[in-house]
Nanobody
């Protein structure tokens, strides 16, 4: 059974940084398509960044140049480095892997950015 467990969220001031991690069990983070999504209160879940086998990455316009998605094959971890954080980045962040049945989500980790 595949499990995704996020960690690393927290509260920071605007301009600060956080690093989110997603530990995957029962699945190789370097196989297929994986990503980070976020959902703010009252808003729909949105794609933040994705990474494919081979390392091709894609970012939402709102985070380009500030966030970096990566994998650590040795630890089987998917990461998201968040720099220059803004209050509008406040949301629950979810790790996900793409399957034949759609996206498979983790439980999420909260990121709160104060001005």
């Amino acid at each position: 059974q595949v499990q995704l467990m996020e960690s690393g969220g927290g509260s920071v001031q605007a301009g600060g940084s956080l690093r989110l991690s997603c530990a995957a069990s029962g699945y190789n983070v370097n196989s297929g398509l994986m990503g980070w999504f976020r959902q703010a209160p009252g808003k729909e879940r949105e794609r933040v960044a994705t990474i494919m086998t081979g390392g091709t990455t894609n970012y939402a316009d709102s985070v380009k140049g500030r966030f970096t998605i990566s994998t650590d094959p040795a630890k089987n971890i998917l990461s998201l480095q968040l720099n220059s954080l803004k209050p509008e980045d406040t949301a629950m962040y979810y790790c996900a892997r793409f399957t034949s049945n759609g996206w498979n989500w983790g439980q999420g980790t909260q990121v709160t950015v104060s001005s």
